[in-house]
């Protein structure tokens, strides 16, 4: 670490500053002078052309690793890992660089050398919000992963101009504005305009005496942009390729006269339209053409770019008249994450059959030796199914091969010869979904086309196997896996939480920040109470840190002693932010009846973007602000319960809150979660779990000990004996006094007195048309939040003895809380 020196310890002392400081071998001295000659005049200077300077200084010692890799990859030809998203929900990069390069210390030295706070120079970026939530944020964690693990990986994806909206609350509502994250430039990407390449729209088909051809074609370029993925302190430094559209030069010129001129060259809109904008829908479909336009566009560019790399590679053939494509499955792994980039399958199909001429049935081998399919949803509003007639619009040929993909699945050598007569099973496994309007079920598509498809934790993967995709297991059970979800333990406890990770350190040394499973070794410390103690000092100063943020940016006095209890994800109803709801509410009206009674403290704070035209997702942050306005006004409550809506969550707002949760929330109505990722970051910075038997709850009960979770209601089994026998919430509603007060509250317009029946949908919800049984697990999750506020204090008879925090009241507990963390990706 650089420090100020004098001149007869340092060969080469230069003063900086008024400061003398080493020169050799001293990385804060590079920060510095990149400072220098970026800023002449600190007169003029602004926070961002220093936030700029730090980021081009600290981007300088990534260059040379780099390139290393690149080259070290071209050297060694390795199989490569193409990682397919049309989401990569990064957050900000400056300080993860920091942390992955081992440069913080150095950097820290440099700022306060220059009399700046290096902490307000990393609020200064922007988000790089390319996501929407898990899948996005999964696509984040795998490429920090792959590079902390030397793989040869690569995230292609699309560079949108504007990402996941800016979430404003104006008068409790959701108001989305545009997420201009490129408005100062980004000083991470690299510009790679000589690899730029055309992508195919429109046209038409013509057979041929040489084969098929695609011609008459509107062609828009897919211009790469370049953004270094360093590994953990290894000298790896991987690549996200990220595509932007651009018109090509005479895009609609010939369509205008001179006199249109002007026009034309506006129209070059259209076409840049491509890169625009993230559609901001999580697990729900949209089927507009744009987003069928933005699908085949990165996955039209990233397969050239592949074959590319492929024909070039210094071991690979580079027979200039024929390349052998026999070892490009053995080179070339494509993953799809998610659907999104299935157009993958009958794109490589086009490209072997039509461009390079390999016999069909070598290209479908190849092909489904090539790629790979991870679902995220079973969902049926979220699975992906475009109508023919807009294939038949914009990609003719794609829809020619998917056809005749789909005949050679069904046909007599496969399905209908396995299953003769079984005209039902062919309809079930089609990939064209007859009716008033053919389909194409992408889903259907990936499963045929891949050689391994993937749930994203183990419940998950069963639900797959056996429910919506049984036919396809039935045929082909080897291909059905599971890869249950992980997060990076550097973004997530390094970065995030550096005093948790500082007191692990301490104790079993830093192995664990690239190894998980050593944290196993804290379990000798399990009744250390030194440890324990460091670790509750610890959560206890990001809960102060936390509250200063809260009451600066929402003007509510936090009680920074209270249970600081959080969900933050989409808000979605099968997450069931609405059950958190009516606990608030219940605690609101326990504390009403008998104020002098002794309640726990706790903060709520839910937090998520609701989709723009998602209508009762709307409804539910109106619900949460509302019920936040009563109670924290209340003098009756005080500051034994507040409600608090989190504004615009997202990845550097999630690094805030989650080191400072006591409680996490991950209640999703048992089967409907895929996976989760959130319940792990608030787990390996130790906060408790009140969830269902969902997702990657399963797995985390299992490895901490379900006696380590508040694990609560209906298990999947029992949703579908519900569903059996079937769901009536009046049941509940008339025998619970408690919920139904809480619904009357709702329904009367007690939170709403402004507009008494602006609930009235959500009332109507949840009593005749709730898919996701929030009634059903109500009573359950009641009770289990009176498990979570006896464990939370230690109350002598009528009195507070002292308060401690949940984990540190169960001392026990710590070690495997921690050590929950196993199945994240090392």
């Known amino acids: 670490r650089c420090r100020p020196v004098t001149s007869d310890l340092c060969e080469e002392p230069v003063r900086i500053q008024g400061a003398l400081v080493c020169k050799r071998g001293c990385d804060s001295l590079q920060s510095l002078k990149k400072l220098c000659v970026c800023l002449t005049d600190r007169n003029v200077a602004t926070p961002r052309d220093y936030y700029f300077a730090l980021a081009h200084a600290v981007r300088d010692h990534l260059v040379g690793r780099w390139i290393r890799t690149q080259q070290h990859y071209y050297e060694k030809d390795p199989k490569r890992i193409y990682y397919l998203s049309l989401e990569f929900y990064m957050?900000?990069?400056?300080?993860?660089?920091?942390?992955?390069?081992?440069?913080?210390?150095?950097?820290?030295?440099?700022?306060?050398?220059?009399?700046l706070d290096l902490e307000e120079l990393e609020e200064i970026e922007e988000d790089a919000g390319l996501g929407n939530g898990g899948l996005g944020r999964l696509a984040a964690c795998f490429l920090d992963s792959m590079a902390t693990l030397g793989l040869a990986a690569y995230g292609y994806g699309i560079r949108y101009e504007f990402g996941i909206f800016n979430q404003k609350i104006v008068d409790g509502w959701q108001v989305e504005e545009a997420d201009d994250w490129l408005r100062y430039g980004n000083p991470w990407e690299k510009a790679r305009p000589e690899y730029m390449l055309p992508v195919h729209f429109y046209g038409r088909v013509d057979h041929t005496p040489e084969g098929v051809k695609w011609i008459d074609t509107q062609v828009v370029l897919a211009m790469p942009y370049d953004t270094p993925v360093p590994g953990y302190k290894n000298n790896t430094v991987n690549t996200m390729r990220l595509w932007s559209a651009k018109a090509p030069n005479d895009f609609n010129l010939q369509e205008f006269n001179v006199g249109d001129?002007?026009?034309?060259?506006?129209?070059?809109?259209?076409?840049?339209?491509?890169?625009?904008?993230?559609?901001?829908?999580?697990?729900?479909?949209?089927?507009?053409?744009?987003?069928?336009?933005?699908?085949?566009?990165?996955?039209?560019?990233?397969?050239?770019?592949?074959?590319?790399?492929?024909?070039?590679?210094?071991?690979?053939?580079?027979?200039?008249?024929?390349t052998c494509f026999e070892t490009f499955p053995d080179k070339v792994a494509i993953q799809l994450n998610d659907t999104h980039p299935a157009l993958a399958i009958p794109e490589l199909m086009r490209i072997l059959v039509d461009v390079e001429k390999v016999d069909w049935d070598k290209a479908w081998e190849i092909t489904k030796r090539t790629c790979a399919y991870t679902n995220h949803t079973v969902l049926p509003e979220a699975l992906e199914r475009w109508p023919v007639s807009m294939f038949e619009k914009l990609l003719p040929r794609h829809l020619d091969i998917i056809y005749a993909l789909n005949q050679r699945h069904l046909d007599v050598r496969?399905?209908?010869?396995?299953?003769?007569?079984?005209?039902?099973r062919l309809r079930r496994m089609s990939v064209i979904e007859e009716g008033d309007c053919k389909r194409i079920n992408m889903a259907h598509l990936c499963v045929i086309g891949s050689h391994a498809v993937n749930g994203v934790a183990r419940i998950h993967s069963d639900i797959v196997k056996n429910s919506v995709f049984k036919d396809f297991r039935d045929l082909e059970p080897e291909k059905f896996q599971n890869k249950t979800n992980g997060i990076t333990p550097r973004r997530w406890l390094l970065l995030c939480n550096p005093g948790l990770a500082d007191v692990i350190a301490e104790k079993i040394g830093e192995g664990f920040i690239t190894d998980l499973s050593q944290l196993k070794k804290l379990l000798n410390f399990v009744n250390n109470e030194t440890f324990i103690r460091d670790v509750a000092k610890v959560k206890q100063e990001n809960k102060l840190k936390f509250s200063a943020y809260l009451e600066e940016q929402y003007k509510v006095k936090i009680n920074p002693s209270s249970m600081f209890d959080v969900q933050v994800k989409r808000i979605h109803e099968y997450k069931r932010q609405l059950l958190n709801c009516l606990h608030a509410i219940t605690l609101y009206n326990r504390i009403r009846s008998d104020p002098s009674k002794s309640f726990v403290p706790r903060t709520i704070m839910i937090g998520g973007k609701a989709a723009p035209g998602y209508h009762m997702a709307k409804m539910i942050i109106k619900l949460i602000t509302s019920i936040g306005e009563v109670v924290n006004s209340d003098p009756y409550v005080g500051d034994r319960l507040k409600v608090i809506f989190l504004e615009n969550y997202r990845v550097s707002l999630a690094e805030k809150a989650i080191p400072a949760a006591d409680l996490s929330q991950q209640i999703s109505t048992a089967g409907t979660e895929a996976?989760?990722?959130?319940?792990?970051?608030?787990?390996?910075?130790?906060?408790?779990?009140?969830?269902?038997?969902?997702?990657?709850?399963?797995?985390m009960a299992e490895e901490?000990?379900?006696?380590?979770?508040?694990?609560?209601?209906?298990?999947?089994?029992?949703?579908?004996?519900?569903?059996?026998?079937?769901?009536?919430?009046q049941e509940y509603y008339d025998r619970l006094p408690e919920l139904r007060q809480a619904i009357d509250q709702i329904s009367s317009g007690f939170f709403s007195p402004r507009d008494p029946g602006c609930f009235r949908d959500i009332v109507n919800m949840l009593m005749y048309h709730d898919r996701f049984k929030v009634f059903a697990d109500y009573e359950a999750y009641i009770k289990c939040q009176g498990q979570v506020d006896q464990l939370f204090v230690v109350r002598a008879p009528g009195t507070w003895e002292g308060h401690t925090s949940l984990q540190t009241s169960k001392l026990p507990s710590i070690s495997t809380l921690l050590t929950s963390g196993l199945w994240a990706l090392a």
Not at 91 to 115: K, P
Not at 285 to 312: C, H, M, N, P, W
Not at 414 to 424: E, F, R, W
């Open 91 to 115: 957050g900000r990069t400056l300080q993860n660089t920091m942390v992955n390069l081992g440069l913080q210390n150095a950097c820290d030295e440099a700022i306060y050398q220059l009399g």
């Open 261 to 322: 001129y002007i026009e034309a060259v506006l129209d070059r809109n259209l076409a840049e339209n491509i890169s625009r904008v993230l559609y901001p829908n999580d697990n729900f479909f949209e089927g507009k053409e744009l987003r069928l336009k933005q699908e085949y566009f990165v996955v039209a560019a990233t397969l050239q770019d592949i074959i590319r790399r492929f024909k070039s590679s210094k071991f690979g053939c580079r027979d200039p008249v024929r």
């Open 414 to 424: 496969h399905v209908a010869a396995l299953y003769p007569g079984d005209i039902d």
């Open 675 to 699: 996976s989760g990722t959130g319940n792990m970051k608030f787990m390996l910075n130790g906060a408790l779990t009140i969830g269902t038997m969902d997702g990657a709850n399963v797995e």
């Open 704 to 729: 901490a000990g379900e006696e380590n979770l508040f694990i609560f209601g209906m298990r999947v089994e029992d949703v579908e004996a519900l569903d059996r026998r079937g769901y009536n919430a």
